[in-house]
């Protein structure tokens, strides 16, 4: 599946967590040299043994903030660095309308000092890990890179439009830069070896996650948030796209990038639908067992369906996503057996 390419020397930022450490993996074994950034806040340095495992290859590890200029130049300043994947950054929604300040700090500031250390080093490339929640989800679906912008009510989704902006503004000054961002839908699954995967710390906050959990016997029940949606059967509907199909994206926009110049934007999403409910069946046909589930009230925030249209990044990137709703809570349903172990 993964083909070798032009080898380039990568800076990977948050390459120890989940979307990250499967595209630092997939990086390796494509011929890449990789150096990870990454304060292992939401992560630990178990991923790296996970990368090595499957690439058969190993990262070099930096443990530090992006925000941290001085830090990057030690890194950067070793030369040839032919681009930069950024992932680093703080996601939880809830804890971004506590904390908005931490939030505009590490996901802009963040971007901002590692902008300015790519100028000062000459680093041309950069991939940018967006997310659907720039889009505004009461537009026409399938949402396409063009549909309009939301107005997210949360610092995590105004930072990824910050940023998004930022980048825009920084193409549009220097045409030598190449910038790619991917707007992920619902990521999801792990590695299919279960090397790696998702570790949330507390409970968890998105479906995937959660019904894994309740599957594992660490929670009772999953509270299913709205049972009165306009869905076939009332539950919220969410794209839910593969992680390694992810990973596989981030690889091929780099590519794309060696040839391109400007600013490129890309849906990373399966292109369909499912409900809560959907999950929940899919997981107990992984699991052999019911998932206990209670319908509840709607959570506030949430849209009741929205899905990707990825004609583009099939066309442009010739990227179109290969794993399977079953194999995606299969390969969950593994890495949850795999961290119920590790306790
Ligand atoms: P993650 O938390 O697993 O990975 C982020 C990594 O960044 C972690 O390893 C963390 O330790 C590191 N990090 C955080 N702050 C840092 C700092 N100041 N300096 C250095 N490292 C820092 O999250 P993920 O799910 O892999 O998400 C990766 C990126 O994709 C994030 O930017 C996130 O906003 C974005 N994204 C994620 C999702 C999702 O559902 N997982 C959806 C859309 C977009
Ligand atoms: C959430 C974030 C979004 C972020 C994305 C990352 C919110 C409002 N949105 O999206 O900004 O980019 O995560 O993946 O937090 N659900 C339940 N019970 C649960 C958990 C979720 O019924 O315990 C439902 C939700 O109502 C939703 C679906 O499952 O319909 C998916 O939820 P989730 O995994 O949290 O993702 P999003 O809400 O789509």
Redesign the pocket.
Known sequence: MDNKVNAVKLLVTGGAGYIGSHTVASLLTNGHDVTILDDLSNSTASSIRGIEQVSGRSPHLVVGDIRDGECLDRILRGGDFGGVLHFAGL?A??ESVRHPARYYSVNVGGSIELLAAMRRHNVRRLVFSS???VYDTEAEMPLQESSPSGH?GHA??RSKQMVEQILTDEVGSDPSLAVAVLRYF??VGAHPEAALGEAPTGTP????P?IAQVAAGIRPY?????GDYPTPDG????DYVHVMDLARGHVLALDFLCAHGGLHKWNLGAGRAYS?LEVVKAFELARGQQIPYRITGR?P??AASYWADVGKAARELRWTPQYTLEDMVRHAWAWQQVLARRV
């Open positions: 996601k929604v809830g997310s659907a929640t997210p995590y989704g619902n990521p906050n998105n479906l995937v959660y999953l509270e299913v948030y709205g539950t919220g509907m969410r809560v959570r925030g949430d």
